[in-house]
């Protein structure tokens, strides 16, 4: 089973910068897809970005050249280097890894969430 434990919402300003991390439990981490999901108020869970096995990444265009997903295998950490920051960008934010279990079989596991607020 896999655990996610995500850090480094919080408040910050139109136009300021974040760093979201995300650790995870599983020994094959290398293996494993990721992803950030959001969440506004009121709203269902999107997609932001989601970075592959092979490092292939992609990206919501809401957030294309302005966030970045990357993975540090030697630490199970995927990162989303949040840039310019929008209101429209303020969501709980959520950490996804998804698991290939075997032949054309596979499940996603969920962090409980960390908010991120822009605002001024």
């Known amino acids: 089973q896999v655990h996610l434990v995500e850090s480094g919402g919080g408040l910050v300003q139109p136009g300021g910068s974040l760093r979201l991390s995300c650790v995870a439990s599983?020994?094959?981490?290398?293996?494993?897809?990721m992803g950030w999901y959001r969440q506004p108020p009121g709203k269902q869970r999107d997609v932001v970005a989601v970075?592959?096995?092979?490092?292939?990444?992609n990206y919501a265009e809401s957030v294309k050249g302005r966030f970045i997903i990357s993975r540090d295998n030697a630490t199970n950490t995927v990162y989303l280097q949040m840039n310019s920051l929008k209101p429209e960008d303020t969501a709980a934010y959520y950490c996804?890894?998804?698991?290939?279990?075997?032949?054309?079989?596979?499940?996603?596991?969920w962090g409980q969430g960390t908010q991120v607020t822009v605002s001024s």
């Open positions: 996804n890894a998804r698991v290939e279990l075997g032949v054309g079989r596979q499940f996603d596991y």
């Open positions: 599983g020994s094959m981490f290398s293996m494993y897809g």
């Open positions: 970075i592959t096995s092979t490092g292939r990444t």
